[in-house]
């Protein structure tokens, strides 16, 4: 059996530390559901999230003060979403195979996936997608222009907020509309360019004008930019959603998150690290003086994916056929180095770093691109909250003084 969302009988009941026996009695209860494996044999299978649901209230009754706190680290699923699957060293987006949405969609499309379930509604969001009032708006955001991308982004965010109405009608509907809204705003705010017919037109033209295929690679960054499942920024985002906070202040509370150095701000990590590989040439030395004095390695490793993260080979590759680009083969070098010693892959900060030097794109772009392509997963999170009409409040397990202590 390889498709790793199931589990044989045997896996199952190891995970939930009972025999086979005890297994085909959970499953007569009605505690857990098994379906038949495909191929001739008349072996079971198990969905893995079942047995890892099951796992998990077996836990919350032995410790139910820690269970909980156990799922917010890498744990059990919290949260139920229809937008985002990671099975298996793939990601999908609503079923859909991110990598082949980047290779062949729009962005425009993809956030319509996203947000309505149809991409095909694409034009109708974007077509009409602008600001009160833009021109005063665009006036203020460049006043703001000696700011990073993410707080020009908040900037914006907030005078334009106060302006748009419409950001109050929480209905599905009206929030893709919103988002529309957002996400071109956003574009111009971190270019300075008024958006062009799409979003990585704009990029293009504002960032690498001579380099035709630079839009392109990053119309593809985008989009597996979009959403990661349940990252810091998305649930954050979901928790102002709870609250039926608009869409423009979920977006800010995300940009809040993403800037943090363990989250999209990790960028600027591994730009400092390829500036310190130096060159080619002297890149595999730098980096085994980083190994040897026990630092870890911004851009390699993540603990979704211990074969390596799909989503920064593509953009590796993107940056590869770039070709000629001295930004690339220090990436490439600084890649081999870390497989000498290690066994880390590298990451989606990686990529995007190796990309923006590929195409010589200007600086803090990594980040400017992460920020614009996960507001559309932000959005997409923002929908289903609001749909779900209940508040997130999770409880904390007081470890202080106890109240009764005498002074």
């Given at each position: ?9 045997r896996?199952?009941a ?29 072996a079971r299978?198990y ?19 820690k ?25 999908y987006?609503?079923?859909r195979?991110?990598l ?10 993809v956030?319509?996936l996203l947000?309505?379930?149809n ?7 974007f077509?009409?997608?602008g ?55 956003m ?21 690498a ?13 985008l ?10 920024s998305?649930?954050t ?5 709870s609250?039926q906070?608009?869409?423009?202040d979920v ?38 003086r ?20 799909p989503r920064?080979a593509?953009l ?20 081999s ?6 066994e ?9 770093v ?6 010589g ?6 980040i400017?691109l992460?920020?614009?392509?996960r507001t ?8 289903e ?5 209940r ?5 904390a ?11």
């Amino acid at each position: 059996m390889n498709d790793f969302r199931y589990l044989t009988s045997r896996q199952a009941a190891d995970a939930l530390g009972i025999s086979l026996d005890t297994l085909y009695a959970y499953v007569s209860r009605g505690m857990l559901r098994s379906e038949k494996a495909t191929g001739p044999t008349r072996a079971r299978r198990y969905l893995r999230e079942d047995v890892e649901r099951l796992v998990e209230r077996k836990r919350f009754r032995r410790e139910p003060e820690k269970a909980g706190e156990r799922s917010l680290h890498w744990g059990s699923p919290v949260l139920e979403s229809a937008l985002t699957l990671i099975d298996a060293g793939c990601v999908y987006y609503c079923g859909r195979d991110a990598l082949n949405l980047a290779r062949y969609e729009s962005v425009e499309r993809v956030a319509a996936l996203l947000w309505t379930g149809n991409p095909d509604a694409a034009d109708d969001l974007f077509r009409a997608a602008g600001v009160s009032d833009e021109t005063r708006l665009l006036r203020q955001i460049d006043r703001a222009a000696d700011l990073g991308p993410i707080a020009r982004c908040q900037v914006a965010l907030a005078l334009a907020s106060a302006r748009d109405l419409g950001s109050y009608d929480l209905r599905p509907a009206t929030v893709a509309q919103t988002g529309a809204r957002i996400v071109r705003l956003m574009a111009y705010t971190v270019t300075g360019h008024r958006p062009a017919a799409t979003l990585d037109a704009a990029l293009g033209q504002a960032w690498a004008p001579k380099r035709p295929r630079a839009g392109d690679a990053m119309r593809s960054a985008l989009i597996l930019c979009a959403d990661h499942e349940l990252n810091v920024s998305a649930f954050t985002a979901r928790c102002v959603a709870s609250a039926q906070a608009t869409p423009y202040d979920v977006v800010s509370a995300g940009l809040a998150a993403l800037k943090g150095r363990l989250h999209g701000g990790h960028t600027a990590r591994v730009e400092a690290l390829f500036r310190e590989a130096g060159s080619p040439a002297i890149a595999r030395d730098r980096i085994a003086r980083r190994f040897s004095r026990g630092e870890d390695l911004p851009g390699f490793g993540h603990p979704l994916y211990p074969e390596g993260d799909p989503r920064a080979a593509m953009l590796l590759a993107i940056a590869e056929r770039a070709g000629g680009v001295r930004g690339f083969r220090l990436a490439a070098a600084i890649r081999s180095a870390v497989r000498e010693i290690s066994e880390q892959h590298p990451t989606i900060d990686f990529g995007l770093v190796a990309l923006a030097r590929a195409f010589g794109l200007p600086p803090q772009s990594p980040i400017a691109l992460f920020a614009l392509g996960r507001t559309i997963g932000w959005i997409a999170h923002a929908i289903e909250q609001y749909s779900s009409n209940r508040l997130i409040r999770p409880r904390a397990r007081y470890i202080g003084v106890s109240p009764s202590a005498k002074a």
